[in-house]
């Protein structure tokens, strides 16, 4: 059915044919008139600028060799003032100006804008490579040097950001060896560093995605300094730090011991707790046996959990869990007291998490760094306090890599520790992370203690111990 409406319009697509190459060619031509024309404008505002500045550079060598002398001259100091007064003022206006030839250039540049590839073209153009490639068996490296099917034009071959480009779009067919061969064609090229770890940072993601975490380190470690770290890098800095301390063989210090609690509080003289200490930077206990299985199963089976960490029902990269917050138990807020010593007034409720298959929590600190003016309100946490509600078959543990501590979920157990130094700054060593759950299904209530109802119960401050945060 023939379509006779003039307003209907048939798309473009650059990569279609040559006759529509050809109009590029004239579309480019307009551009390289228009950069030159707004260059030559610019060049002639910088020529002006730079033949006064010779000038006062001149005189302002002779006023430093003699400062006092000059000055002694009020002539010299009437136009010292002047020149700064007037002078610099007008120049500034001059230099921050846009005059109206190269307004014309950039208006046009803007118009041309719309006659120019779009990305889809761009799509249309990367796939036509691939389909050579395809078709007559060409190789990445033949291509990037100008080899087409036996006949060589070396001015021909791709830049590196031609390679990058077809990296890129590799990755999207899901073609990853044809894609890390664009990329290290690119990197041969790119002689900048920053244009470097553009293409190491797209290569580290390639990897990370197929689980290939320490290749991919290889190429995140390549970021210059002046690069601030991406989401995406921090987040799986953070997945490979789990990954290696997961998988670590983690030896408790021989230093510490185990024993019976009978000090915190009265209470625990006549009923002492099973302590095992495992840090004293963060200081860090499991306590053995302190919450029972009738208590465990009446809060197993009355609770509703509601996927964690979740944003419009999407799965999030931070959390696989399941969670829910309970009712505060007064028996068991009265324990965490027995085990702490700290007063349970304005911590948060006790939150009951299930992880399932593969379930984990990537490394992160439980203390909210809240503001000066928020902190003194509303107080950060203190210490946490982590019970095991059930056994799990293997995998699951909860890391602390910094001090490299591993503690293995045991039905009944409780771990402490403390997230704040005595100073009150955050212990940066409280960092943590819950492992994939490989078999099984792993049970925990959290309970997150706030600092400021404990001003007369936390221990005396040591100078050794006023420090600041230090990010390590």
Not at 39 to 58: C, G, P, Q
Not at 166 to 186: C, H, I, M, P, T
Request: charged share 25%.
């Amino acid at each position: 059915m023939e379509n006779n409406n003039p307003e209907l319009t048939v798309l473009k697509s650059y990569a279609a044919s040559t006759m529509e190459l050809m109009k590029l060619l004239e579309v480019e031509d307009e551009l390289v008139d228009n950069l030159n024309g707004y260059v030559k404008t610019l060049k002639m505002k910088f020529n002006l600028m730079e033949r006064y500045l010779i000038d006062m550079s001149k005189e302002h060598r002779e006023m430093k060799t003699d400062y006092e002398s000059y000055l002694g001259n009020p002539l010299n100091s009437f136009r010292l003032i002047h020149r700064l007064h007037t002078s610099w003022r007008k120049w500034y206006q001059y230099a921050i100006r846009i005059e109206n030839n190269a307004l014309v250039h950039i208006e046009n540049a803007r118009l041309m804008r719309k006659m120019l590839p779009t990305s889809s073209d761009l799509e249309h153009a990367c796939r036509g490579i691939h389909d050579l490639m395809s078709f007559y068996d060409l190789k990445p490296e033949e291509l990037a040097a100008g080899n087409l099917a036996g006949y060589s034009q070396p001015e021909t071959g791709l830049t590196a950001y031609d390679c990058l480009a077809l990296g890129e779009f590799s990755v999207q067919k899901r073609k990853d060896d044809l894609a890390e061969a664009w990329y290290n064609l690119s990197l041969s090229r790119f002689e900048n560093k920053f244009d470097k770890y553009r293409v190491h940072k797209a290569w580290a993601l390639l990897l990370a995605k197929n689980k290939q975490l320490t290749e991919a380190f290889h190429h995140f470690e390549k970021k210059p300094e002046e690069i601030v770290a991406s989401n995406e890098v921090i987040h799986f800095e953070e997945e490979l730090a789990t990954k290696q301390n997961c998988t670590a063989v983690v030896q408790k210090p021989s230093r510490l011991h185990c024993r019976y609690n009978t000090s915190t509080t009265p209470f625990t003289r006549i009923a002492p707790l099973k302590m095992e200490e495992l840090s004293l930077d963060p200081y860090m206990v499991v306590f053995h046996d302190v919450v029972y299985d009738t208590e465990i199963d009446g809060m197993l089976n009355s609770s509703n959990f509601g996927l964690s960490l979740t944003d419009s029902g999407q799965k999030s990269e931070v959390r696989t869990s399941k969670d829910s917050y309970i009712v505060d138990s007064e028996s068991l807020n009265e324990r965490v007291t027995d085990m702490t010593g700290f007063s349970m007034e304005m911590s948060d409720p006790f939150s009951l998490i299930n992880y399932g298959l593969g379930g984990h929590y990537m490394l992160h600190y439980d203390f909210h760094e809240y503001t000066n003016t928020t902190r003194p309100k509303q107080g950060d946490r203190i210490a946490t306090v982590l019970f095991y509600l059930g056994e799990v078959d293997s995998g699951g543990a909860t890391i602390f890599p910094k001090i490299n501590i591993a503690v293995t979920p045991k039905k009944g157990s409780a771990v402490f520790w403390y997230n704040l130094h005595n100073s009150g700054a955050m212990n940066l060593k409280s960092l943590h992370s819950a492992c994939p759950v490989i078999s099984g299904s792993k049970y925990v209530l959290t309970k997150w203690i706030n600092e400021l109802p404990q001003m007369f119960v936390t221990p005396c401050m040591k100078d050794s111990n006023l420090h600041l945060p230090q990010k390590e």
